[in-house]
């Protein structure tokens, strides 16, 4: 089982930047896939960027193509999400997600992460 902590949200103006974190416990952490998702006020969760375990691989939403990146740190167990030229519609509660993968696999569905983090709000005013 892994626990995941979010962090790095907050308020920002369009066209900034911010980095959201996620925290992992576990000692097998590049054993998961990891996936950012957000969920802004009367919408729905969507998927914004995929990364596999050993970080070989990634995917990102064609929303946040070319301003968002993701990455991870197995050493470190954490995975993050830079987050660039920042638009008032990237506003919502971001989570990270995790799905054991013995392979180098993407998932962009939410339905395939076994365990999720608490989420952290990011507002983007204009």
């Known amino acids: 089982q892994v626990q995941l902590v979010e962090s790095g949200g907050g308020s920002v103006q369009a066209g900034g930047s911010l980095t959201l974190s996620c925290a992992a416990s576990?000692?097998?952490?590049?054993?998961?896939?990891m996936g950012w998702f957000r969920q802004a006020p009367g919408k729905e969760r969507e998927f914004v960027a995929g990364?596999?375990?050993?970080?070989?691989?990634?995917y990102s939403a064609d929303s946040v193509k070319g301003r968002f990146t993701i990455s991870r740190d197995n050493d470190r167990n954490t995975v993050n999400l830079q987050m660039n030229s920042l638009k008032p519609e990237d506003t919502a509660i971001y989570y990270c997600?995790?799905?054991?993968?013995?392979?180098?696999?993407?998932?962009?569905?939410?339905?395939?992460?076994?365990?999720w983090g608490q989420g952290t709000q990011v507002t983007v005013s204009s």
């Open positions: 990364i596999s375990g050993r970080g070989g691989r990634t």
């Open positions: 997600a995790a799905k054991p993968s013995t392979w180098e696999l993407i998932f962009d569905s939410g339905s395939d992460y076994d365990y």
């Open positions: 576990g000692r097998t952490f590049s054993s998961y896939a």
